[in-house]
């Protein structure tokens, strides 16, 4: 069935270090490709987006390639600050279809 | 910025009784979705709705879940009986077909 699976955490670097959380899909079709970001305490909230092959989502200083031919979507940022502190969602939704489907989530921690 | 409302934002409550949790969506939006969250299971979607209509529950148990939308300004999830088991973080999230998905706060439920 379709899935997300992204890298496991705890994700623990110093600040102003380089970020890559690993994402990879499954997916019958053709399908529009998300973040999401959760700070403690609040729901989630949309970070960055692709629709397409080679499309590139980019976001307060982060960005993600929607790249088919390694069914990944891998999430990036140069310069990483303690305030990115959070849980990290990698997630589709299929074109035809209105469901989202979540990986488990990534929590970052920065340490300053 | 329009905000999906979630009430209440704390509950706890004895095991046994009924729990009812209560979502404002975004005015206009089509979907409504309901998510339980957990340390262990992450992100689990539990019912959704298009134009209130109830299209896919599948992930909700049956026996003591239930989901619906009286109006399109109100969803509500109960649970009678409520066990310890169901102690996690509930959240809404309303969007529009095929786009992302706006969330709530979350309900943090406790049931000793």
């Known amino acids: 069935g379709d899935s997300v699976t992204q890298m496991e955490g705890p994700v623990t670097l110093s600040e102003e270090a380089f970020l890559t959380i690993n994402c990879t899909y499954t997916?019958?079709?053709?399908?529009?490709l998300f973040w999401y970001v959760q700070y403690p305490g609040e729901g989630l909230q949309l970070l960055l987006k692709a629709t397409k092959a080679d499309d590139k989502g980019s976001n307060k200083g982060f960005e993600a390639t929607y790249r088919k031919e390694t069914t990944s979507f891998h999430l990036e940022k140069g310069s990483v600050q303690v305030s990115d502190s959070a849980v990290y969602f990698c997630?589709?939704?299929?074109?035809?279809?209105?469901?989202?489907?979540f990986g488990k989530g990534t929590r970052l921690h920065i340490l300053p | 910025d329009a905000r999906v409302t979630q009430t209440p934002r704390h509950k706890v409550t004895e095991m046994g009784q009924e729990v009812t949790m209560r979502c404002q969506p975004i005015?206009?939006?089509?979907?409504v979705f309901w998510y339980r969250q957990t340390m262990m299971q992450g992100l689990e979607l539990l019912a959704y709705?298009?134009?209130?209509?109830?299209?896919?529950d599948s992930g909700m148990p049956k026996d003591r879940f239930s989901a619906e939308m009286p109006d399109a300004t109100l969803a509500t999830l109960k649970i009678q009986p409520s066990e310890p088991r169901d102690s996690a973080v509930y959240f809404c999230?309303?969007?529009?077909?095929?786009?992302?998905?706006?969330f709530g706060d979350g309900t943090r439920l406790s049931i000793l």
């Open positions: 709705f298009r134009n209130r209509a109830p299209l896919d």
């Open positions: 999230a309303s969007g529009f077909t095929g786009g992302k998905e706006h």
């Open positions: 997916a019958t079709g053709y399908p529009s």
């Open positions: 997630a589709l939704i299929l074109n035809r279809d209105d469901k989202i489907i």
């Open positions: 005015l206009g939006h089509n979907t």
